[in-house]
C-alpha cells in the first residue's frame, strides 16, 4: 500500500496536465530516408516546481489502419511547464499519405496531420536571412521582420512567391510556441511584417508547406520548413508574469463540480533568468457561456507559498473558464490571462 500511494498521487497531478503545444518534424516524411520524426510535446497546466507529471501518451495512425506507439522523454522542466520528445524511424513500406499524431496527457488529446511521401516527389523548401528590428526594442514600439523562401535541391533553389509564412513566439524561459502573425512571400519570394513589441523572446518564421497558386499533386509533396529561432530583447516596465492553469474534469454532466487548480509566476531576469512563483497575490475565475461572449466573474482567491491558486465551481454550461491576476504595482510587475480552457456540459 506504501508503493502505491506515491502513484496515485502522481496519477491525480496527470489528470490536471494539459498539452498546449505539438510539433512534428519533418513534414512530409521522406520514405526509405531514415530520418526519425520528431514530435515535441509541452504540457502545461497545474504544475508545480519539481512536479513529475504521468508521462506523455502518443501514437502514429497511418492512411490504412496502421497504428505505431511512441515513446515520450522528458526533456526539461519548469514551474509551470514540461516539454518532451518522442523520435521514431518509420519503416520503409508503409503506406504513403496522410498520417496522423495522437498524443494524450491527462484528459487533454491532441492531434497533428503529416505526410509520408516517395523521395522522387519531395520539393524541399528553406527559409534563410529572416531579421527582425530593432534590437533591442521598446515595449509598445513596432517590431520588423523581413526573410526569404525558396524552394529547390541541392543547388538549384528558386524563390517561392505567393505563400504564407507565419510567425511564432516563445517567451523567455518558455518552452511552447504561439502564432503572432503572418505574412505573404512577393514575386522575389521575400516576406515581410510588423508587430508591436511586448515581451523579450525568440521568433522564428515557419511555411507550413500548404501552397497556393499551385496544382494539388505538386502541393502534397512541398515540404514544410522553419527559420532559424532569432531573439528580441524588449526594453520595458515591469517583470513579465503568466499563469499556468488546467481545469477537471473537462467534460460531463452539466451541474458537476470541476476543480480549476494554477500557479502564478514572476520572470526574474537576473543571470540566466527564471520563472518565481508569485505568493500572496489575488487571481480571478471568470467564465464566459458559449455564444454569450460576456464573461462573469466566479471568484477570487488568493496565491499560497508557491504561488499555487484551486477554485471549486459547478459547470452551469459549456463555456470557457479564465483565470486573471491585476497587478497592483505595474511598474513592478504586469498583469496576465491564463490561457482560455474550454469545459463542455452535457
Known amino acids: 500500500m506504501r508503493l502505491l500511494l ?28 531514415r530520418e526519425p520524426l520528431r514530435v515535441e510535446v509541452v504540457t502545461g497546466g497545474a504544475g508545480e516546481a519539481g512536479d513529475a507529471r504521468d508521462l506523455v501518451r502518443g501514437e502514429l495512425a497511418g492512411p490504412d489502419g496502421p ?54 516527389e519531395a520539393t524541399e523548401t528553406r527559409i534563410t ?14 517590431l520588423s521582420f523581413r526573410g526569404l523562401l525558396e524552394a529547390g535541391r ?17 517567451a523567455d524561459g518558455m518552452f511552447s510556441r504561439r502564432d503572432m502573425a ?19 523572446g525568440f521568433w522564428r518564421a515557419e511555411f507550413r508547406a500548404a501552397p497556393r497558386r499551385l496544382a494539388r499533386a505538386e502541393a502534397a509533396a512541398v515540404a514544410s520548413t522553419r527559420s532559424a529561432e532569432v531573439h528580441s530583447t ?4 515591469g517583470a513579465q508574469t503568466r499563469i499556468a492553469y488546467s481545469v477537471i474534469p473537462m467534460s460531463g454532466k452539466r451541474g458537476r463540480t470541476a476543480t480549476h487548480k494554477g500557479t502564478l509566476v514572476v520572470w526574474v531576469a537576473e543571470g540566466p533568468g527564471r520563472w518565481d512563483p508569485l505568493p500572496q497575490k489575488a ?8 455564444g454569450a461572449a460576456a464573461s462573469s466573474a466566479q471568484g477570487t482567491t488568493t496565491t499560497g507559498s508557491r504561488g499555487q491558486f484551486a477554485f471549486k465551481k459547478k459547470v452551469p454550461s459549456t463555456g470557457d473558464w479564465q483565470v486573471r491576476f491585476d497587478s497592483d504595482v505595474p511598474a513592478k510587475r504586469k498583469s496576465a490571462e491564463s490561457p482560455v480552457r474550454r ?4
Open 67 to 120: 497504428r505505431i506507439e511512441l515513446d515520450f522523454v522528458k526533456v526539461d522542466g519548469s514551474p509551470f511547464e514540461e516539454s518532451w520528445v518522442a523520435e521514431h524511424v518509420l519503416d520503409p513500406e508503409v503506406p504513403r499519405g496522410e498520417w496522423r499524431v495522437v498524443v494524450r496527457a491527462g484528459e487533454s488529446i491532441e492531434q497533428r496531420a503529416f505526410r509520408v511521401v516517395a523521395g522522387e
Open 234 to 237: 524588449v526594453q520595458g516596465s
Open 129 to 142: 536571412e529572416f531579421v527582425l528590428s530593432p534590437d533591442p526594442v521598446e515595449e509598445g514600439a513596432p
Open 283 to 290: 487571481v480571478r475565475l471568470r467564465f464566459d457561456p458559449a
Open 182 to 200: 503572418e505574412a505573404e512571400t512577393d514575386e522575389s519570394g521575400v516576406f515581410s511584417t510588423t508587430v508591436t513589441a511586448t515581451e523579450s
Open 343 to 346: 469545459v463542455t456540459a452535457t
Open 6 to 33: 506515491p502513484l496515485l498521487r502522481l496519477l491525480r497531478r496527470a489528470d490536471f496536465a494539459v498539452i498546449d503545444f505539438v510539433e512534428v518534424t519533418p513534414d512530409p516524411v521522406i520514405r526509405g530516408r
Open 154 to 170: 541541392d543547388e538549384d533553389w528558386v524563390r517561392l512567391g505567393g505563400q504564407r509564412v507565419v510567425l511564432t513566439f516563445r
